[in-house]
């Protein structure tokens, strides 16, 4: 059987007047019904641009200048808008990082989504409401029938996240691109999203990447994990062996950046150096500037390649198997 | 008002009413009883923030954490009490003091994306504010700025771009640097390094610790990643639906959490996962601050809850040295 998306060597690239900064740069990746990946990395590496990308929502100067996107047999990347258009919102939703991205901010929230469910499919207004009403409760927003009324602005930051958050759940998609959607919001709300998505996941066979900074809500969700730096997949593979022991030097430092146990007001370890501009990558290892185990040898690029038949690092030294990071 | 108190925030409120449409106002003229909704959004907090401290701020969302950091800005004026800032009514200030004070208070938003103006360049959303106050001089203006990209970690070259080509975690940095830039005395910092990868926000609490010793700046630090506040605060302040539940002293409210709200919060501070977790949904329904329960506002959802808290309303009272809570179950622990 066919996986439900497969990202085979993905090219986005903005043109800009200072050069060419590629965003995503090679990025191959599968998901399987029900899966869920997740998807690490540095701010700017390129993870939301990969799902716009999938979704076909990268504006100029960036295009897609290479490589297929395979949505349940059908190529994205060739099928261009025509192809999309039908998909979007129906079978393949996408919850961006910034909410407003979703959001009207002149339409109170039961037309917006009223507009959403009639988009895709022919039920009467009575019905989308209440589907509209269901999925702001799925998300703990309450009390549902006032806040149906209310305008984005009289929301609160992480309440706005979840209305859109309910709005990518209303046709129960194939597959949700979430860019960071809980960022904002406190444990026990978290729970309750995280519950109601796993459940979507469990009965509709709904795939997710989730992409997120939060390795520690991530270590318990997703069962797949690819790590992102410059544009590229530097580590992959099942979520709970990468978090204990990565392999790649960077997917190191960054679970070692974690404040967790620190002594309280100390200095927390930050990876060194600063995150390279994408007009000025450096040749050979992209991390090579950063890297504490970098010589001669990373002067020439790494390819991404399996270390077993679950795990595959993009490194010339990578770290031994046996170092185990974190004592969970 | 005590010796290093900066910020006093006196019995402060929030409320919102949302209108009724067109179709309600009529209904309502025909004899409906349809009342317009009024958000309690802060709800009669009282708290001393110090010079020089970190006081973290956390509670679920839609508690009223930024709305209590936005009026502490002097950005929205309280419904009721007072916010005195170095003894002064901020509310009540008029010409350049207010224009002083709103210049030593500066937030940092919790949404980059609605608050940083899409038609200017980053370098000018950065620079405008030290220009016009005379903070820098026109010929400083460049390196000054420059300085400031790279001290939260953005490439100087990029302040030439506009908002909508940074990435997220970016666009969050640029909210920063533009608080930063005028030097304020206080910092309020509403989610602020939510957006980034935990070696980038390494390096941001990092500033904002430098920058603390440094300039002895003062900070409320608004978050709901218990494991951040705890490691950066002071002092943390923990608000339910509107109110003030528990206040402390950072390390010791999270390793002994008094308040049945703080308790369940610090319970679930999530940690590495050997495999996949089962989440668990909220059981019931969520209290909400359009409809409060009576009494005490976690009743609804508190373990320990009895008859007393249905009905009278816990005040917030000393427990033990240098922490207050605002629960019943303190009375009968005699
Ligand atoms: N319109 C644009 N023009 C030029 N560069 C852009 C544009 N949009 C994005 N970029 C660049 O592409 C890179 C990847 O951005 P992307 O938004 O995918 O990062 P990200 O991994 O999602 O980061 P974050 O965690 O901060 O959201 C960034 O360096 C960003 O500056
Ligand atoms: N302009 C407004 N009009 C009406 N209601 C509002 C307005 N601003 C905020 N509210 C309401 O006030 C309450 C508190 O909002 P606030 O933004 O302060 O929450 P918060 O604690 O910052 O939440 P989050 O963690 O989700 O950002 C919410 O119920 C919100 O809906
Ligand atoms: S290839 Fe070399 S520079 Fe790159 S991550 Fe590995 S050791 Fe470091
Ligand atoms: S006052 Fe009662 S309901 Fe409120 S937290 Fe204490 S025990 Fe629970
Ligand atoms: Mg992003
Ligand atoms: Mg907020």
């Not at chain 1, 991205?101 to 409401?129: F, G, K, Y």
């Amino acid at each position: 059987m066919n996986p439900l998306l497969q990202v085979t060597d993905l090219q986005t690239h903005f043109f800009t007047r200072d050069g060419v900064a590629k965003a995503v740069d090679g990025v191959s990746f599968t998901l399987e019904k029900g899966q869920v990946l997740g998807l690490v990395g540095e701010s700017g590496s390129g993870k939301s641009v990969t799902g716009f990308s999938i979704l076909g929502l990268v504006d100029p100067p960036g295009r897609i200048t290479g490589g297929q996107i395979l949505f349940d047999g059908t190529d994205l990347v060739a099928g261009g808008e025509p192809a999309l258009r039908h998909l979007r919102g129906k079978r393949i939703a996408m919850i961006f990082q910034d909410p407003m991205m979703t959001l009207n901010p002149v339409l109170r929230i039961d037309t917006q989504m009223v507009e959403t469910v009639r988009a895709h499919e022919d039920v009467s207004h009575a019905e989308a409401l209440r589907r509209a009403r269901e999925a702001l409760v799925q998300v703990g927003i309450s009390p549902p029938d006032e806040r149906l009324k209310s305008y984005p602005h009289q929301f609160s930051g992480g309440m706005r996240q979840r209305v859109a958050i309910a709005i990518a759940l209303l046709h129960k998609p194939d597959l949700i691109i979430a860019d960071e959607p809980t960022t904002a919001l406190d444990v026990t709300i978290q729970a309750q999203i995280l519950s109601e998505l796993q459940t979507l996941c469990a009965t509709s066979g709904t795939a997710l990447i989730w992409i997120t900074h939060d390795l520690a809500v991530v270590s318990g969700l997703a069962d797949r994990l690819a790590v992102m730096y410059a544009g590229r997949i530097i580590e992959e593979g099942p979520t709970a062996e990468v978090i204990a022991r990565p392999r790649h030097p960077y997917t190191r430092g960054l679970i070692d950046s974690v404040p967790r146990g620190k002594r309280h007001g100390a200095m927390l370890t930050q990876i060194k150096g600063m995150t390279p501009s994408l007009l000025k990558l450096p040749k050979g290892c992209k991390f090579m500037p950063r890297c504490p185990r970098a010589d001669r040898v990373c002067e020439a690029e790494p390819s991404l390649v399996p270390l077993t038949s679950e795990r595959s690092v993009r490194c010339f030294h990578p770290h031994d198997d046996a170092e185990e990071v974190l004592q969970p | 008002m005590t010796e290093d108190c900066i910020l006093k925030i006196d019995g402060v409120t929030k409320r919102f009413s949302n209108d009724l449409d067109i179709a309600e106002r009529t209904a309502r003229k025909l004899g409906a009883k349809i009342e317009p909704v009024t958000v309690h959004a802060v709800d009669g907090i009282t708290l001393d923030v110090r010079k020089g401290e970190v006081l973290g701020l956390v509670g679920e969302s839609g508690c009223g954490k930024s709305t209590l950091g936005r009026m502490v800005a002097g950005l929205t004026p309280p419904t009721d009490g007072r916010i005195l800032y170095k003894g002064q009514n901020v509310a009540e200030l008029k010409g350049t003091a207010a224009r002083d004070a709103a210049l030593r208070i500066q937030m940092i938003f919790q949404d980059p994306m609605s608050s940083l103006n899409p038609r200017l360049q980053v370098r000018d959303i950065i620079g405008e504010a030290p220009r016009v106050h005379g903070i820098v001089g026109r010929r400083e203006m460049a390196g000054y700025v420059e300085d400031i990209l790279a001290q939260v970690g953005l490439d100087p070259s990029t302040g030439k771009r506009y908002p909508h080509q940074f990435s997220g975690g970016q666009r969050a940095r640029v909210g920063i640097a533009r608080a930063l830039a005028v030097k304020p005395d206080f910092l309020v910092c509403d989610e602020s390094v939510a957006a980034l990868d935990v070696s980038i926000q390494a390096q941001v609490l990092n500033l904002f610790v430098k920058l603390r010793q440094d300039f002895d700046l003062t900070y409320m630090f608004v978050s709901h990643d218990l494991g951040v506040v705890e490691h950066i605060s002071d002092r943390i302040a923990v608000m339910y639906l509107g109110r003030l539940v528990e206040l402390g002293d950072a390390e010791d409210l999270i390793a002994r959490p008094n308040h049945p709200y703080t308790q369940a919060l610090v319970s679930q501070i999530p940690t590495f996962e050997t495999g996949k977790k089962t989440y668990q949904a909220i059981k019931g329904e969520i209290p909400s601050p359009m409809n409060p329960p009576p009494g005490c506002h976690f009743h609804p959802r508190c373990p320990f809850a009895h008859d007393r808290c249905r009905s009278e309303v816990p005040v917030l009272k000393q427990v033990a040295a240098g922490r207050m809570s605002a629960c019943h179950l303190n009375d009968s622990a005699a």
